[in-house]
């Protein structure tokens, strides 16, 4: 990755759990800990909705409010998961958190600190497509994606025991898994979303899906040594 620059997306599926734990704060503090001992690189961190997220929509949803306007909640809770992760980075983020028209640029980013802590901009679509969107304005070709999951598999695999993961695939055959959907869903979950998908096969930018919480891995991914996860390119 160019300009020692790494994008990497944290799943909101590892930050916002439950009613309990809305915002963990371990988990922050154990990536940036993780990050903040990998070398001299530095990092661009964009973050997703997660349980916060899903649990307004769905309320929104009960008391059949449009899509619309559950996009834009989206939206909102994604900031504010940002928020909360950059009073964990402090001073070792960028002051700024890049945010709503901040993305409608096309300036290319540089990084005075070690970290900067990305949240959402239009609504429409989910976190990974404002990951792809930080990746080709700051010339990366890899983007590390943290989830509640270790890879993509053929079927779900907390619906289906016997589902495969998969270590290589090509977006053409991603987007065949996930049955090639026309639109984004409010709350939709995909390992990628579909016009992240597309978008990152457009400009030959490359995904690492892995496990959020094993921080070795993470590592290994970031540094280009061999991981468990999966590539989709």
Known sequence: MSNNIHVIKVGGSILSLSDEDL????????????LTNNDDKQYILCVGGGYLCRKYQRSMRDNNISD???????????NLNAAMLKSVFGE??????????????????TLTKKFMITAAGSPGHSSDWNTVKLALRSDAKVIVSLKNVDGVYTEDPRKNSNAKKLENIS?????????????????????????AARLAKENAIKFYIISGNDFENM??????????GTTIS
Do not use: C
């Not at 070792?92 to 028209?101: F, G, M, V």
């Open 23 to 34: 915002f963990s704060f371990p988990m922050a503090y154990k990536i940036k800990e993780s």
């Open 68 to 78: 619309k306007e559950q996009h834009n909640v989206g939206v909102a809770t994604i």
């Open 92 to 109: 070792d983020a960028e002051e700024e958190i890049l945010k709503y028209e901040n993305y409608d640029e096309d300036y290319k980013l």
């Open 171 to 195: 977006w053409d055959e991603y987007i065949n898994i996930i049955g090639n959907p026309t639109t984004f869903e409010p709350g939709g979950n995909y390992p990628v979303d579909i016009f």
């Open 219 to 228: 590592k290994k991914a970031i540094n280009g040594e061999s991981f468990i």
